[in-house]
């Protein structure tokens, strides 16, 4: 299995209190991803990280925010967290295995915002 | 623009049965094509990948996928279905624009004894 951890694993916060939750990788890959898991929607990507400090948005990106730091490390926060943003988080990162680009995913992170 | 349907939202199969999940693809030219299972409260595993060659792509647990060009389809199917795949099951395609993937819905699959 690719070495990566979310944390925390389970969150329960209030409305309009920030949120940070934390990607940490260890195989060194370049892309790192935040999608969220809602039923019948799958999985939306919220945003990614082709390299330090050098993010962008995907589908969902509004009332979220990225940062990426360091190489190993990819943090979303949530600036004030509202109900419509309680879901299971799951990070992702993708590299290459002789030359074919492949996604792996974290173990999640369920969040529940009263 | 890329996208990613899978028709069945949930199936039933009995316990050794054959299973075959669909799953059908937008995109303009030769897409990275997997399958990825996820059990309940757990992230989720690849099974298997496509990227080129043989159209008929082995993975793990006795899975395996055909991709098929002419119908924009990469269909999973195991031969003989046990208990423990019950979980969801999600097609994806990726490494287009920007190393984006874009996943199905999924399809939920239920085994009876």
């Known amino acids: 299995d690719a070495g990566i951890t979310q944390s925390p694993r389970h969150k329960v916060t209030e409305t309009g209190t920030p949120v940070t939750l934390r990607c940490h990788q260890t195989e060194n890959h370049r892309y790192m991803y935040w999608y969220r898991q809602d039923p019948g929607h799958g999985l939306r990507l919220i945003h990614y990280s082709y390299g330090v400090k050098d993010t962008d948005k995907g589908e969902v990106s509004d009332g979220y925010s990225v940062s990426r730091s360091k190489t190993e490390d990819f943090l979303l926060t949530l600036e004030s967290a509202t109900s419509s943003q309680t879901s299971v988080y799951f990070c992702a990162i993708s590299g290459t295995s002789g030359g074919q680009e492949t996604q792996y995913f974290g173990p999640g992170t369920r969040l529940l915002v009263l | 623009a890329q996208s990613v349907t899978q028709p069945d939202i949930h199936i039933t199969v009995s316990e050794g049965a054959s299973l075959e999940l669909r799953c059908n693809y937008s995109?303009?030219?030769?897409?990275?094509l997997f399958w990825y299972v996820q059990s309940p409260g757990q992230g989720l595993q690849l099974l298997l990948k496509?990227?080129?060659?043989?159209?008929l792509v082995q993975g793990i647990k006795g899975f395996e996928a055909e991709f098929k060009r002419s119908q924009s389809s990469f269909n999973l199917r195991k031969p003989s279905v046990h208990w423990s795949d019950a979980a969801e099951y999600f097609c994806a395609v990726g490494g287009v624009t920007g190393n984006q993937f874009y996943f199905g819905t999924g399809t939920s699959l239920t085994v009876i004894p």
């Open positions: 496509y990227f080129s060659g043989d159209t």
């Open positions: 995109y303009g030219a030769t897409p990275y």
